[in-house]
């Protein structure tokens, strides 16, 4: 059915729209993207931080960064890291003072099966915030989901007070057992899991509704609220406005400023999809996982496995870009070159 311009002029954007139902966050580094559509929160991970760092507006916080690192000695190594550290933390403090909300800062991917140094990296994030005046109320710190990375996730939540967002969440196991540590929030990726169904299967396009990464949301946040699970449901990696649009009502949508601005545009009636009382009302049966337990379910889902292996790889390899770049600035100079 169209809509008379005159009608759509008074019709909110589907954005504006969006936000009644569920809560916006902004999937980005790029502070001026904050600035414009206005997200409650923001979720920052390497690959965002490493396009934002070589955009000339964000030189001062990446040589910021350096002079830290510097300052703190050490090896190069240790340097290295304290410098990235450092500008992780930067760059979400920045973002903070444009939204009212929390920022997720990852730890590195790198340490996905580590879960004695998640913990320590994560802690340290917090103290670095805490040296630049924010408090930890205002932080999640972003961990892989794997087995290792959702215990850490309980000991952080349950000793240390420290929020936190669970990503690379790609299986049902990941999300039952990311509820059971009492998690603050998982990250299910939407658009990768559609990645996966369209290159291993016949079928190359999906109706919002019939998407498989859309229905893998809706699974997770009605078991969520059918057993008062606590832990936020934010549906994230979106490829299209159509995923988006059929996950309405979901807890938290974490959306890139390039789906941002789609949405912005159109004016089209959106209705919630998801609702707790739907949820209540759902035939879904409560289950518990063990680490054995979990392991098996999470390995039966093929698309998971692979996405969650190469979620962590991809992550990784933008760290130690991100590393190398930092690098080249704090000792190209001292080297001759």
Request: net charge neutral; aromatic share 8%.
């Amino acid at each position: 059915m169209s809509v008379s311009p005159v009608k759509r002029q008074k019709m909110e954007s589907a954005l504006d729209q969006l936000k009644h139902h569920t809560t916006v966050v902004a999937d980005t580094g790029d502070f001026n993207a904050i600035d414009e559509y206005k997200p409650l929160d923001a979720t920052t991970n390497p690959s965002l931080i490493l396009a934002a760092a070589q955009m000339p507006a964000y030189q001062k916080l990446v040589d910021d960064a350096v002079a830290y690192g510097k300052k703190l000695g050490g090896s190069e190594e240790e340097q290295i890291k304290n410098a990235s550290d450092k500008l992780f933390v930067l760059f979400g403090a920045e973002i903070l003072k444009r939204i009212p909300g929390r920022v997720s800062t990852e730890v590195d991917a790198r340490l996905s099966f580590d879960k004695e140094g998640m913990i320590q990296r994560a802690r340290r994030l917090i103290d670095l915030y805490k040296e630049v005046g924010v408090g930890k109320d205002r932080i999640l710190i972003k961990l892989s989901s794997t087995w290792e990375g959702i215990q850490a996730g309980r000991v952080l939540e349950a000793e240390y007070g420290i929020h936190c967002n669970m990503t690379l969440l790609f299986s049902f196991a990941q999300a039952v057992a990311c509820a059971e540590a009492g998690v603050t929030l998982i990250s299910p990726f939407v658009g990768r899991i559609l990645d996966w169904y369209v290159a291993n299967g016949d079928k190359k396009s999906f109706e919002p509704s019939e998407d498989p990464g859309v229905k893998s949301v809706t699974k997770i946040y009605n078991y969520y609220k059918k057993f008062g699970y606590k832990t936020i449901v934010m549906g994230a990696s979106f490829r299209n406005t159509g995923q988006i649009k059929a996950l309405t009502g979901c807890d938290y949508l974490t959306i890139s400023p390039k789906l941002l601005a789609e949405l912005s545009k159109e004016h089209v009636k959106l209705t919630p999809t998801l609702s707790v009382k739907e949820a209540q009302a759902c035939n879904l049966e409560k289950i518990h996982l063990d680490e054995k337990a979990f392991r098996w379910h999470h390995n039966e889902d093929q698309m998971a496995v692979e996405k969650l292996s190469d979620g962590i790889r991809r992550f990784a390899a933008d760290a130690v870009k991100l590393e190398r770049m930092l690098k080249e600035r704090m000792f190209s100079t001292e080297n001759g070159k």
